[in-house]
C-alpha cells in the first residue's frame, strides 16, 4: 500500500517549527502504529488461539504466518467491522429514537 499526504504551505511550518524531518517522522510514526498493532494483535490472538479447544494447530512462531492464520478465520475481524459491529448493538435511547 503507497500512502501519499498532502500537507499545505502553513502546516509545513508548523511541522518544521518541532520537527528536523517531516517525512522520517510520519515514516517512524507509522512503524510505530505498526508495532503497537502487532504487539495488540500477537498478545490477544494467541491468548484466543490457546483458549479455542477446536484449535488443535500449532501457533507460528514467525509475523506472515501468524497474520495469515488469524485473518484467515471466521472470528476474526477488523477494527472498521467491530466499530460496525458495536454500534449496531448499542441500545437504543429515548433520546436518539426522536
Known amino acids: ?14 511541522l518544521e517549527y518541532n520537527l528536523y524531518d517531516i517525512k522520517l517522522w510520519c515514516e ?8 503497537f ?32 492464520l488469524v485473518t484467515a478465520r471466521s472470528d476474526y475481524k477488523t ?3 467491530r466499530n460496525e459491529e458495536a ?3 448499542q441500545p437504543v435511547t429515548e433520546e436518539s429514537s426522536e
Request: proline share 2%; charged share 25%; hydrophobic share 30%.
Open 1 to 14: 500500500m503507497k500512502i501519499q499526504l498532502t500537507v499545505n504551505e502553513t502546516d509545513i511550518k508548523v
Open 28 to 35: 517512524k510514526a507509522l512503524e510505530g502504529q505498526i508495532n
Open 37 to 68: 498493532c502487532w504487539n495488540e494483535m500477537r498478545s490477544q490472538w494467541t491468548t484466543k488461539l490457546m483458549n479455542d479447544d477446536s484449535f488443535t494447530d500449532s501457533i507460528p512462531s514467525n509475523k506472515t504466518d501468524f497474520v495469515n
Open 79 to 81: 477494527a472498521q467491522q
Open 87 to 89: 454500534e449496531t448493538q
